[in-house]
């Protein structure tokens, strides 16, 4: 009987870990070449930026991983970030469908692009 309690709870928690995870939580990676100071989520036609996902600076080649809650609805966000020069906004991005999001900057032809994985 301890057995099966034991063997019980154990698939109880790994039940309840699958559940609990968020299928837009996201691994944001910094290719861009450059210090990140903000980054940002909202829903499209939300004009608030006034969240930021980073409690310091992300490193080029650093990493963070943004957590949602479950009053965040929807899977397509906006996505905004800054830095020293001016930031950029990708629109509708369908975090449902992606689990990390690769931010690159072309120096040569100074444009920002992300690679979804």
Avoid: H, Q
């Amino acid at each position: 009987m301890k057995s099966f309690v034991v063997g019980a709870l154990l698939a109880l928690a790994l039940v309840s870990g699958a559940v609990a995870e968020d299928a837009r939580n996201v691994n944001i990676v910094n290719e861009t070449g450059y210090g990140i100071k903000f980054l940002g989520f909202n829903n499209p036609g939300d004009d608030d930026w006034s969240d930021n996902e980073l409690g310091s600076v992300l490193r080029n080649r650093g990493s963070v991983y943004v957590k949602f809650n479950t009053a965040d609805d929807g899977c397509v966000w906006n996505l905004k970030i800054e830095w020293a020069d001016p930031g950029v906004l990708w629109n509708d991005v369908d975090l449902c469908k992606i689990s990390t999001l690769r931010l690159r900057y072309n120096r040569a032809t100074d444009t920002t692009s992300y690679l979804a994985e």
